[in-house]
């Protein structure tokens, strides 16, 4: 039976977080300190309605609740406003898409990420990590943030394009488009751009995109068409697009197209943030950073690194647990009701926004103790030792899990081993390290020394 307190809820909808007002809703209060405002939302109960101007949105701080979002109920939720913003520099790739369409293209994307392809790409990983890490004078001192984004991307060039690595057009074009997509959560969070989709007459806030997103098909195209005449499997991404076959056929270039663009989306500023930060916190521990490097130096000398030898960096793996507990780059995740939903005893229209933050929940002091300290410890087998379900989520869960997932951590892994293996690293400037609160969380800057090891 449902309890009076559910019933009254489903009646007068979900309460209204404090500190809204007229027009702005609770915007402001984003753009002072999102991170902070979503934390503090639990206060209001496991569901609580913010406004984004005049959108609603009903945001999730409960974990049971985000499993009936993500889970359960799955099939009535697709993503919300800010995907809709994103199609249009995006595509209908995976993270835009929904219903028949998003479970095909998952199925036939989903071989590309098997296990024994990731192991072919991480060697680029190790070998590209490598490189970035030797290039790194002992003694100098580096902002890591471009740094890190540049390798990146450099890896996810030669994890999808085997057969294109150092095209200069597609490297331009690739650059051009990153510089404009990253408008997208601003856009989501913006209450002008909330009222204007009130007013149909008015266009609607978009970026610059399709210059850069027109140049950027046009290549990928070129690309497509190569690897098609030819029909080899290079052992990259894109060969195994192209390959993957459903009951339905293939993908068509143009499905291609979009899926690939998302990849860049999906698989650089959040690894590149991830990175940024381990590097950020074992710079700062110098014990955490000490048992690293004991793990890098009982590796076998002498042969290049790869997948076989993550299962030996267990503790590393760890270190990267916490800090994508601390810093999910995906800090807040976003759904919209395809149906009415009744979710925690309130029932929710169709078309309702629906938000959850791992970032809130992985600071959730009933959820986890004493939730700002950095503890690897917390992880007492490995990273893959799962914490109570839907309360660790930094790649989502259900059928949205970042299909990236692997890919993510055998990358994460080895580039953090390449950082320390010849390297040992400490903060530099007086400033402390801020988070940027967009797309993804990420570090405003990190500036590290470099010194010789073993010392
Ligand atoms: C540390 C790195 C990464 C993090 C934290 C991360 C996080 C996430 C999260 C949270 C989602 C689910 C979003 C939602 O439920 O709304 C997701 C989806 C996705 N990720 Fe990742 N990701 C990472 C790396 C990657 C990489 C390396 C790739 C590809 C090369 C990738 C490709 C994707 C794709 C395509 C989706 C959409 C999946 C779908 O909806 O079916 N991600 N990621």
Redesign the pocket.
């Known amino acids: 039976m449902r309890s009076a307190a559910a019933a009254a809820r489903t009646a007068t909808g979900a309460p209204t977080a404090r500190g809204r007002v007229p027009l702005a809703g609770h915007s402001l209060r984003f753009r002072r300190d999102a991170l902070r405002f979503v934390r503090e939302l639990r206060r209001h109960g496991p569901l609580t309605k913010i406004y984004i101007g005049p959108r609603p949105v009903h945001f999730v701080t409960d974990p049971e609740l985000v499993r009936e979002v993500?889970a359960v109920q799955a099939r009535a939720f697709e993503?919300g406003a800010m995907f809709t913003t994103l199609r249009a520099p995006l595509g209908d790739?995976?993270?835009t898409s929904a219903g028949d369409r998003?479970l095909r293209h998952?199925r036939l994307m989903q071989p590309a990420f098997h296990h024994e392809r990731i192991a072919r790409y991480a060697r680029v990983m190790a070998e590209r990590s490598r490189a970035s890490a030797a290039a790194w004078e002992p003694g100098t001192t580096r902002d890591l943030v471009p740094e890190i984004h540049r390798l990146t991307l450099d890896i996810?060039l030669r994890t999808l394009y085997a057969g294109a690595p150092d095209d200069l057009e597609l490297h331009a074009a690739v650059q051009d488009w990153l510089a404009v997509k990253y408008h997208s959560m601003r856009l989501a969070l913006s209450p002008v751009h909330a009222w204007a989709e009130r007013v149909p007459l008015l266009p609607a806030w978009r970026p610059p995109h399709t210059g850069p997103l027109e140049r950027l098909a046009a290549v990928q195209r070129r690309i497509i068409a190569a690897y098609r005449a030819d029909g080899r499997d290079r052992g990259d991404l894109l060969s195994m697009i192209l390959l993957a076959e459903g009951a339905d056929g293939a993908l068509t270039d143009t499905e291609v197209v979009d899926e690939l663009i998302?990849?860049f989306l999906?698989?650089t500023g959040?690894?590149s943030a991830?990175l940024a930060w381990s590097l950020h916190e074992i710079a700062r521990r110098p014990g955490v950073q000490r048992r690293i490097h004991e793990e890098v130096d009982s590796l076998p000398a002498g042969r290049p690194s790869g997948i076989g030898d993550l299962p030996a960096l267990a503790y590393t793996r760890r270190v990267l647990a916490e800090v994508?507990r601390l810093y999910?780059?995906?800090w807040l995740?976003?759904r919209r009701t395809v149906r009415p939903v009744t979710l925690g005893g309130t029932r929710l229209p169709q078309g309702a926004e629906v938000f959850f933050s791992?970032y809130a929940l992985h600071r959730d002091p009933h959820l986890y103790e004493d939730p700002d300290r950095f503890d690897p410890e917390r992880w007492p087998h490995d990273a893959a030792a799962k914490a109570p379900r839907h309360t660790y989520?930094?790649?989502?869960a259900g059928s949205?899990?970042?299909?990236?997932?692997e890919?993510?951590w055998a990358?994460?892994t080895l580039a953090l081993a390449a950082f320390t293996a010849h390297r040992r690293l400490t903060p530099a400037g007086a400033d402390p390290v801020r988070p940027l609160v967009g797309t993804v969380l990420r570090p405003d800057r990190l500036l590290l020394t470099a010194h010789r090891r073993p010392v």
């Open positions: 993500v993503k790739g995976l993270i998003h998952r996810l998302t990849l999906a698989g959040t690894v991830a994508l999910p780059p995906s995740l976003m791992p989520l930094p790649f989502g949205r899990l970042c299909i990236g997932e890919f993510a990358e994460l």
